[in-house]
């Protein structure tokens, strides 16, 4: 069953942006719709970031072992926990890999890119085939730029947490713009990076072997995994003020998986703060992700 008219069918009455691809890695079948515009990762970028960290684990430069001191600085606003811990704490890098990626922990990824260093993912992301991927801004740089501040030097937490206080974040600005000189990519590319990820290509087998039990960890699961058995996906999520994201594999046999990633881009205008006209949106479009699984789980068959 040919499937870009019932995925594009989906999307069509919300009025947002989206690209997506999905790709049967036996057979190579995909389905491409809008699948090389460039979109903000939000937290998707993570999964470049966890991909730069194995690697240089492997050239030798720390060990997922070593422990990294949490301190005032790396405090981050958004998701996660680790913002609400004392300074002071010191997991290892692959706990860190493991907050940053299953409940998108913005503080454990800020202490990952600053170790890792955000050009030498974009670098990796070139190595591997990846033109789309850009991991140009930090997610520190990119909260201040959205909410109007300079994104140098960087704000303290109170400061982050002041600047978005009763206001939304600007559309127009740097943070949302579809372009190399954001943090951005292709869902094309996604998927890619996903499908390396699988096959053992992204790194070395063992070190990919990893990073899909984390991703197969995941906890946030409420997008295209929704509708599917819980150990069938692994996943990353993406969420920023209109962008609502997410990419990664499913799993409906041995010889039987898809990559998959979807980028959308919401324009909506909605009230400040947590309001119900944002969570009754959220929830949309969150469902017709969540039913775009469904179909792939379902009508997806190469033949």
């Given at each position: 069953?040919?499937?870009?008219?019932?995925?594009?069918?989906?999307?069509?009455?919300?009025?947002?942006?989206?690209?997506?691809?999905?790709?049967?890695?036996?057979?190579?079948?995909?389905?491409?719709?809008?699948?090389?515009?460039?979109?903000?990762?939000?937290?998707?970028?993570?999964?470049?970031?966890?991909?730069?960290?194995?690697?240089?684990?492997?050239?030798?430069?720390?060990?997922?072992?070593?422990?990294?001191?949490?301190?005032?600085?790396?405090?981050?606003?958004?998701?996660?926990?680790?913002?609400q811990m004392?300074?002071?704490?010191?997991?290892?890098?692959?706990?860190?890999?493991?907050?940053?990626?299953?409940?998108?922990?913005?503080?454990?990824?800020?202490?990952?890119?600053?170790?890792?260093?955000?050009?030498?993912?974009?670098?990796?992301?070139?190595?591997?085939?990846?033109?789309?991927?850009?991991?140009?801004?930090?997610?520190?740089?990119?909260?201040?730029?959205?909410?109007?501040?300079?994104?140098?030097?960087?704000?303290?937490?109170?400061?982050?947490?002041?600047?978005?206080?009763?206001?939304?974040?600007?559309?127009?600005?740097?943070?949302?713009?579809?372009?190399?000189?954001?943090?951005?990519?292709?869902?094309?590319?996604?998927?890619?990076?996903?499908?390396?990820?699988?096959?053992?290509?992204?790194?070395?087998?063992?070190?990919?072997?990893?990073?899909?039990?984390?991703?197969?960890?995941?906890?946030?699961?409420?997008?295209?995994?929704?509708?599917?058995?819980?150990?069938?996906?692994?996943?990353?999520?993406?969420?920023f003020r209109?962008?609502?994201?997410?990419?990664?594999?499913?799993?409906?046999?041995?010889?039987?998986?898809?990559?998959?990633?979807?980028?959308?881009?919401?324009?909506?205008?909605?009230?400040?703060?947590?309001?119900?006209?944002?969570?009754?949106?959220?929830?949309?479009?969150?469902?017709?992700?969540?039913?775009?699984?469904?179909?792939?789980?379902?009508?997806?068959r190469p033949?």
């Amino acid at each position: 069953m040919p499937l870009h008219a019932p995925v594009a069918q989906l999307f069509a009455p919300l009025g947002i942006e989206f690209g997506f691809t999905a790709i049967h890695l036996a057979t190579g079948q995909r389905i491409d719709i809008n699948a090389h515009a460039l979109f903000p990762t939000a937290s998707v970028v993570k999964v470049p970031v966890m991909v730069e960290v194995y690697r240089q684990a492997e050239q030798g430069r720390f060990a997922l072992t070593d422990r990294l001191a949490f301190t005032e600085r790396n405090r981050t606003i958004g998701s996660g926990v680790m913002k609400q811990m004392a300074a002071g704490l010191s997991p290892t890098i692959r706990d860190l890999v493991m907050l940053m990626t299953i409940i998108s922990d913005n503080t454990a990824t800020e202490m990952l890119v600053e170790l890792v260093g955000a050009e030498n993912v974009t670098a990796t992301m070139r190595a591997l085939g990846l033109a789309d991927i850009h991991v140009t801004l930090n997610l520190a740089e990119l909260f201040a730029i959205g909410y109007g501040q300079p994104p140098s030097p960087r704000l303290t937490f109170a400061q982050m947490q002041a600047a978005s206080a009763g206001q939304n974040m600007d559309y127009d600005s740097l943070a949302f713009q579809a372009s190399p000189a954001n943090t951005t990519s292709s869902a094309a590319d996604m998927a890619k990076l996903m499908r390396l990820i699988e096959t053992g290509r992204a790194a070395s087998p063992a070190s990919c072997a990893d990073m899909l039990e984390v991703l197969f960890a995941q906890q946030l699961k409420d997008r295209v995994p929704r509708f599917l058995p819980t150990e069938a996906v692994g996943n990353k999520t993406g969420t920023f003020r209109g962008v609502r994201n997410d990419a990664g594999l499913i799993r409906r046999g041995p010889s039987d998986v898809i990559a998959f990633a979807l980028f959308s881009f919401d324009r909506l205008a909605l009230p400040v703060g947590n309001s119900r006209q944002l969570a009754e949106r959220n929830a949309v479009v969150n469902t017709a992700m969540a039913e775009l699984g469904a179909l792939l789980w379902n009508d997806f068959r190469p033949g």
